[in-house]
């Protein structure tokens, strides 16, 4: 710890608290982990807050690309945690935001290089000099999920509304300590499906997890052209699923944000026609 | 209204399959029994089958599987041959097998909470934290001279959590009998004979 704290610059004179480590982490692969990071992180940051971003997914690197910021990557984690860099040599810098920094994944290693302890540090490190430390977890529950977990104060379990994602939620959940107070964001829901009774509501997800309930992201193509872009989407003000993303980042902050499960009521025409078309 | 409307045309929506198959992985995830107790679990069963007929221990296979409605345990217990009839012991157990058949569920299956829509997760849980019961009501079964379960035979997590549900229910039916023949002053609850309540 003391020789991270020494290679950055002294804290502000007006000893601010330390920061918020939160882990995002899932169990399962590809429900959208790296994608809630950047958009959460994006959306800190632009609500003022100081962000740093560590891409926990050694040997799948993946949250530089997503930010868009794959160019600027000089050096990783493990170059900082093997001191081969200083921390402030490895921050990339956002960009569109002064206030989010970004520490990437080594590419060619692997999750068991990464000593635990170490990562500990780095994590204590940053928060010193950031608001909101996000660590993006690898799928898992192995090694890597560990490490990511280890620096970690508060964990945020992303989960699709689909069986096997609630299972491993489920197993993740049990796996973290309870110290850090887990809460749930069921992302990609599909309100139509919902209401047709063919996807899992986010009731049904929560019935199962009994987790505090962080917030709700629809299944929406602008996400992925946003990823395809390299932009968070919670920059942009006028998409519906960055105002989700949005929404989260406050409540993270402690604004009280009410969560309504996102189901567009059809009338009984629209409903009519549902069921006549979609049978599936 | 509509919702009955569309079930009735197409079945249950599989958002509520999702919702059944999580609840019956979960709660057998939950369950996940040691080695140990699983061998304590065989042993024992070995021993009562042993007594009434001559079982092939190397092929024995105990295993929880998860049923449409239910985790079950399944033994397989191969036989080689019967034991002679002036060999076979008196049924010891007699009262205690015939408990389960109370209630109409399969012969070792562990029946689960009904599968409504509205089960609680919570239910799941209570299942889960109230092993030990079961345990006990197991060790009976294994060692006929006693007829009163132990509550400290054996804590272990259980191999039926189902069980446990209807222990719960038998104990709940067994207190409030208690608690009406109480009220009638009738202080002797083993004189009122099983089945007949005072408070029915």
Same mark, same amino acid.
Request: hydrophobic share 45%; net charge negative; charged share 25%.
């Given at each position: ?81 093997? *001191? ?13 935001? *002064? ?21 500990? *540090? ?7 000099? !950031? ?129 309504? *499960? ?13 069921? !006549?078309?979609?049978?599936? | ?200």
């Amino acid at each position: 710890m003391q020789e991270f704290a020494s290679q950055v610059p002294a804290a502000p004179p007006d000893q601010k608290p330390l920061g918020r480590a939160i882990v995002v982490t899932s169990g399962k692969g590809g429900v959208g982990k790296t994608t809630t990071t950047a958009n959460v992180g994006a959306a800190l940051a632009a609500a003022g807050a100081r962000v740093a971003l560590i891409d926990a997914d050694v040997g799948l690197r993946n949250l530089d690309l997503v930010l868009g910021l794959e160019s600027r990557v000089r050096y990783h984690l493990l170059d900082v945690l093997e *001191e081969r860099v200083t921390l402030d040599d490895a921050l990339v810098r956002d960009k569109r935001s *002064e206030h989010l920094v970004l520490l990437a994944a080594a590419q060619a290693r692997e999750k068991e290089d990464v000593d635990t302890e170490r990562m500990t *540090e780095l994590v204590r490190a940053l928060r010193e000099r !950031f608001d909101y430390v996000l660590i993006d977890s690898p799928a898992g529950i192995e090694q890597g999920f560990r490490n990511a977990a280890a620096g970690a104060t508060e964990a945020i379990i992303v989960c699709m509304p689909e069986v096997s994602s609630v299972r491993d939620a489920d197993r993740v959940v049990g796996l973290l300590p309870q110290t850090m107070r887990p809460q749930l964001i069921v992302n990609r829901v599909r309100p139509a499906m919902v209401r047709k009774g063919k996807m899992l509501s986010v009731e049904d997800v929560n019935a199962i997890l009994r987790l505090p309930l962080l917030g709700v992201v629809l299944d929406e193509p602008a996400l992925i052209v946003a990823a395809n872009r390299g932009e968070p989407v919670s920059l942009d003000a006028g998409s519906a699923t960055g105002s989700a993303y949005r929404d989260i980042a406050r409540r993270i902050a402690g604004e009280n944000v009410p969560v309504a *499960e996102p189901a567009p009521e059809g009338g009984m025409f629209a409903r009519i026609g549902a069921f !006549f078309r979609g049978r599936r | 209204m509509f919702e009955f409307l569309m079930r009735l045309f197409r079945g249950e929506p599989s958002g509520q399959t999702a919702k059944e198959r999580l609840r019956l992985v979960l709660l057998s995830d939950h369950l996940s029994l040691s080695p140990e107790i699983v061998d304590a679990l065989k042993t024992d069963l070995l021993a009562v089958i042993s007594r009434y007929v001559e079982v092939d221990e190397a092929g024995v296979d105990v295993t929880f599987e998860q049923r449409e409605h239910e985790v079950a345990m399944l033994a397989n217990i191969p036989i080689r041959s019967l034991k002679p009839r002036d060999e076979l012991p008196k049924p010891v157990l007699a009262t205690v097998t015939a408990l389960p058949a109370q209630e109409p569920a399969p012969a070792a299956a562990a029946e689960m909470p009904l599968p409504k829509a509205e089960t609680e997760a919570a239910d799941v849980v209570d299942a889960v934290l109230e092993p030990p019961a079961v345990a006990a009501e197991a060790g009976v079964a294994a060692e006929p001279p006693a007829v009163v379960p132990e509550p400290e035979a054996q804590p272990a997590p259980a191999p039926a959590a189902a069980l446990t549900a209807k222990q719960r229910k038998r104990r709940k039916r067994r207190a409030a009998r208690a608690a009406a023949q109480a009220v009638h002053g009738q202080p002797d609850p083993v004189q009122q004979p099983l089945g007949t309540s005072a408070q029915a």
